[in-house]
């Protein structure tokens, strides 16, 4: 089965960086989108960056410039890395994948398509003082 684990999350201070990283294991179908979200309390989960199986990326408008998403295909492993961090990103986050049954397999169909990550992690916290 899918299973995905991340880790990396910690407090830092503002302006720091992170890197956030998600191990991937089960996923058997060939082409599927990876993404990281994040949630924080009261609000609802935001999407930040997928990439394809293809290595498309696709990111939220407002993070592009901040974060980099990447992905090591020979260590199933899922990247997320957070420059000039500030307090507005503190919250839970999360690495998904999606489903092999979703048409919307590529960016930036996935991205748009929250609906097509059938496969979550557990998350990791990041917070930002």
């Known amino acids: 089965h899918v299973q995905l684990v991340e880790s990396g999350g910690a407090s830092v201070q503002a302006g720091g960086s992170l890197r956030l990283t998600c191990a991937a294991s089960?996923?058997?179908?060939?082409?599927?989108?990876l993404g990281w979200f994040r949630q924080a309390p009261g609000r609802s989960r935001e999407a930040l960056t997928a990439?394809?199986?293809?290595?498309?990326?696709g990111y939220a408008h407002s993070l592009k410039t901040r974060f980099t998403i990447s992905k090591d295909n020979a260590k199933n492993t899922l990247y997320l890395e957070m420059s000039s961090l500030q307090p507005e990103d503190t919250a839970m986050y999360y690495c998904a994948a999606t489903s092999p049954s979703t048409e919307d397999d590529a960016v930036p169909r996935c991205f748009r398509n929250v609906e097509s990550f059938g496969y979550w992690g557990q998350g990791t916290q990041v917070t930002v003082s």
């Open positions: 089960g996923l058997t179908h060939s082409r599927y989108c």
């Open positions: 990439i394809d199986s293809g290595g498309g990326t």
